[in-house]
Structure formats: C-alpha cells, structure tokens
C-alpha cells in the first residue's frame, strides 16, 4: 500500500560535483563557520575537518574520544556539542573532528544527523526533500 510522505525543505545539489553536498552551519559559543559536506549514509558520524571546529575556538582533543574504522584503516575523531544547521533544520547533536589536520573531508553521517532527518531524492533532477524526523 503506498504512503505519503511529505518534506518541509527541496535543495538542489549540483550535479556536477561527485556526491550529495550540501551547505554546512556549525555554532558553538557564539562563534560560527560554515561550508559544504557530503551526505554519507555509510558514515556511523557526521566528521570534519579540524580546522573548522578550531575556527570556533574548539580545543578538538576536549572532544569525546573515539576510533573510527574504514576499509582503508582507522583514525581518531573527538566529538563536540554543537549546532548543526543544514538546508534549513537545525538541531543541537555531536559532531566528529578528525585529529588530522590532513583529514580535509567533511561528511554527515547516520548517529545525531541521518537518524533525525526524513530525506528523499530524485538523483535524476538532483532534487533532495528534506525534513526534520520529528516534523509532519
């Protein structure tokens, strides 16, 4: 039986650039950045690089510790209560900075951002619908 789902929010990706990237907002104690970041569904955390959250004046290693593994190999993240504002919704959750200054990837990831969004798409027209889980 079919169900209807509806979405608060439409953004249009580029097509042009490989993945699904859409505008970042990080606010932490009245200070801000913002950039891009690919959506990951295999990505257990939303991770990014350090340097953005050392804009914000976050010491990264009084983060919350943690491993994450890949298939090609493992690297330490610190997490951060933070929030976090793309295409319109905004939620308070923990993000990941990776140790390395080297690591300049920034993706979102299942735990404290997929997990609280409803999301569909037309990768086709690089169409995303978006909206908060919570939100009718």
């Given at each position: 039986m079919?169900?209807?789902?509806?979405f608060q929010?439409?953004y249009?990706?580029?097509m042009?650039?490989?993945?699904?990237v859409?505008?970042?907002?990080l606010?932490f104690?009245g200070?801000?950045?913002?950039?891009k970041?690919r959506?990951?569904t295999?990505?257990?955390?939303?991770?990014f690089?350090?340097?953005?959250?050392?804009?914000?004046?976050?010491?990264?290693?009084?983060g919350i510790p943690?491993?994450v593994?890949?298939a090609?190999g493992n690297?330490?993240v610190?997490g951060h209560h933070l929030r976090l504002?793309?295409?319109g919704?905004?939620?308070?959750t923990?993000?990941?900075?990776?140790?390395?200054?080297?690591?300049?990837?920034?993706?979102?990831g299942r735990?404290?951002?997929l997990?609280?969004?409803?999301?569909?798409?037309?990768?086709?027209?690089?169409?995303?619908?978006i909206?908060?889980y919570?939100?009718?």
């Open positions: 079919p169900e209807a789902v509806t929010h439409v249009h990706y580029s042009a650039t490989p993945g699904i859409v505008p970042i907002r606010d104690a200070k801000f950045v913002t950039f970041a959506i990951d295999g990505a257990s955390y939303s991770i690089w350090r340097g953005h959250g050392e804009e914000m004046g976050l010491n990264i290693e009084d943690d491993e593994s890949t090609m690297f330490r610190y504002t793309t295409v919704i905004s939620l308070d923990i993000v990941y900075f990776a140790v390395h200054p080297q690591f300049n990837r920034n993706v979102l735990q404290g951002w997990d609280r969004m409803k999301i569909g798409l037309v990768d086709y027209e690089g169409k995303l619908l909206s908060h919570d939100q009718a």
